[in-house]
């Protein structure tokens, strides 16, 4: 008789638990692998917090002596000072991450950033660290780097960058629509792009982020240049513009200068500035009294802290001053030219006796002498700079427009740049090294190419906070070259070409301001060369 054939239970049973047992060693090694891998990641975040706080601490130092890394400065073995960068993200690093002097010797490296367009302006933080070990092999290596900046980057190829980022609930003169304005049967043609970060839309308001006022306006961009709007552009408008600009745009760029330290003036306290009280000393304009330009006309002037502003032809201010290369600081009533007999010119390099005299200046830009004559006499001493000969003249200066001092809120009927009445402005953008106060060469070596800057503060607001406008229009000869910025003030440029009425105007200009507005019936050529505009500047981390 035969029996039915059983399955051997017990085999059964030992191979389950052989491969439970596997499966169980799976697990635990994952379980152990995800679990070093997370503490692992800790390490990593703590490290990179770490080497971020220290490339910044050296970026910053570079600032406060010079904005330029190098290897000395860079070096973990000098006993001598010279490498301040490196003692900086020391320091940085042992009061961050708890480290003694030889961890940051062992797993600390520092060095100049190689990247072209940040050579000799950023410092890389190099920090190691090891993860847990993971069932007794060695540990897992972690490292980061960090490379913080504090100087000039490569330039953009960009024209215009209106910065207002638009606010509905603002007052109407700082709500972004539009930020960029054609107000004129205007002929524009820029070789740099338009970037225009105002997020207005046609549905917020019909100006919306950009409009043209004016259906006989035509714009053209070459060297595939582009509009670049965050919002949207008014209806009408974008049929005038070839190429058509490009809505909805991100990123847009971000203030281009944003990283550039205003000068510091010879009355207020000399912090958060570049250079000291006596950097720019004080200089009496008044027509009156004691002032530089009592029976001066022409009156020559010269670099320093102008309290109360720079005005020509009104009341008993001096119908023309010359201005001498560098840095102007206006603690409060702006710059303007009040009356048609109003003249300012930058003039090259020079004293009573050397270089360009104050004899010949004078002589050069007599009261007698026509508008025309003084505009070629400007033409020969200070050529505008060119593709072929980007060399500038000995004639730059910057204007930096700021309030009546420190703490207090502007004053939009005192201090504007105003250029009107028929009068005439030709200046050059700032060029360190022909400033007329050698020691300010090298200090102000980052303001080069600048022509005229607002200061950033006090900034609009949705507050009612507004800043004057920067106003070159109704019919004054406005002849400019270099870079201007507002960041927080609006700009209307146009006019008539030298008082004619309109023509063609060929212009080395370069806007950075809160709002723009093109106004007139000019031809304008907006040409683009990096070597005629200031060049970005950036503190931060910048990877």
């Known amino acids: 008789m035969q029996h039915p054939r059983r399955s051997d239970r017990t085999d059964a049973d030992g191979q389950i638990l052989v491969l439970f047992a596997a499966a169980m060693i799976v697990l635990l090694a994952l379980g152990a692998l995800l679990f070093s891998g997370a503490q692992a990641l800790v390490v990593r975040r703590q490290l990179q917090n770490g080497g971020d706080a220290a490339a910044l601490a050296a970026a910053n130092i570079m600032q406060v002596n010079a904005t330029t890394c190098t290897a000395a400065r860079v070096s973990a073995t000098a006993t001598d000072g010279t490498n301040d960068l490196?003692?900086?993200?020391?320091a940085s690093v042992m009061a961050n991450l708890g480290w003694t002097?030889?961890?940051?010797?062992?797993?600390?490296?520092?060095?100049?950033?190689?990247?072209?367009?940040?050579?000799?302006?950023?410092?890389t933080v190099r920090l190691t660290g090891t993860g847990p070990a993971f069932f007794g092999q060695g540990s897992i290596p972690v490292t980061t780097s960090s490379t913080g900046m504090n100087g000039?980057?490569?330039?953009?190829?960009?024209?215009v960058s209106t910065l207002d980022p638009s606010h509905t609930s603002w007052p109407a003169n700082r709500r972004g629509c539009p930020s960029f304005l054609i107000n004129g049967g205007i002929t524009a043609t820029f070789e740099g792009s338009i970037m225009v970060d105002s997020i207005c839309l046609r549905s917020d308001n019909t100006n919306a982020a950009m409009k043209a006022m004016n259906s006989a306006f035509t714009m053209t961009l070459l060297n595939d240049a582009t509009i670049r709007v965050a919002g949207e552009v008014a209806s009408g408008t974008a049929t005038h513009v070839t190429p058509a600009p490009v809505e909805h745009a991100r990123p847009i760029l971000p203030d281009p200068l944003s990283g550039l330290t205003k000068p510091c003036n010879a009355v207020d306290a000399a912090t958060n500035c570049l250079g000291t009280n006596g950097s720019l000393p004080t200089v009496n304009m008044a027509s009156t009294g004691s002032g530089i330009c009592k029976n001066q006309n022409p009156c020559i002037i010269t670099p320093g802290t102008y309290t109360g502003g720079i005005v020509a032809g009104g009341g008993s201010n001096a119908s023309t001053v010359l201005m001498r290369p560098g840095v102007y600081f206006i603690r409060g009533g702006g710059l303007t030219i009040k009356s048609g007999s109003g003249r300012i010119f930058a003039i090259p390099w020079?004293?009573?006796t050397q270089g360009y005299t104050d004899a010949t200046a004078k002589t050069d830009y007599a009261l007698a002498k026509t508008d025309v004559q003084v505009e070629q006499q400007f033409q020969t001493n200070c050529p505008t700079p060119t593709t072929a000969n980007p060399i500038p003249s000995s004639c730059g200066v910057l204007i930096y427009n700021a309030p009546?001092?420190?703490?207090?809120?502007?004053?939009?009927?005192?201090?504007p740049i105003s250029v009107g009445a028929q009068g005439l402005f030709m200046v050059r953008a700032y060029q360190p090294s022909w400033d007329t106060i050698t020691t300010n060469r090298t200090l102000f070596a980052s303001y080069k190419n600048l022509v005229f800057w607002q200061a950033r503060t006090p900034a609009p607001s949705g507050s009612g906070q507004t800043q004057p406008t920067i106003s070159m229009t109704g019919g004054g000869c406005i002849v400019l070259s270099g870079t201007g910025y507002a960041a927080g003030g609006p700009v209307d440029f146009g006019g008539g070409s030298c008082g004619s009425g309109g023509g063609d105007i060929s212009l080395k200009l370069q806007f950075i301001c809160w709002d723009l507005t093109l106004s007139g019936n000019n031809n304008f050529y907006f040409a683009y060369s990096k070597d005629?505009?200031?060049?970005?500047?950036?503190?931060?981390?910048?990877?």
Do not use: E, H, I
């Not at 000039?152 to 024209?159: K, L, Y």
């Open 532 to 543: 005629w505009f200031a060049t970005p500047t950036t503190y931060g981390l910048v990877k």
């Open 101 to 123: 002097a030889a961890q940051v010797a062992s797993r600390m490296t520092v060095s100049c950033a190689t990247d072209s367009a940040y050579a000799g302006l950023a410092v």
């Open 350 to 352: 020079g004293t009573s």
């Open 152 to 159: 000039q980057v490569a330039n953009g190829d960009f024209s």
């Open 86 to 90: 490196y003692l900086a993200a020391k």
């Open 404 to 415: 009546s001092s420190a703490s207090s809120s502007w004053n939009t009927n005192n201090d």
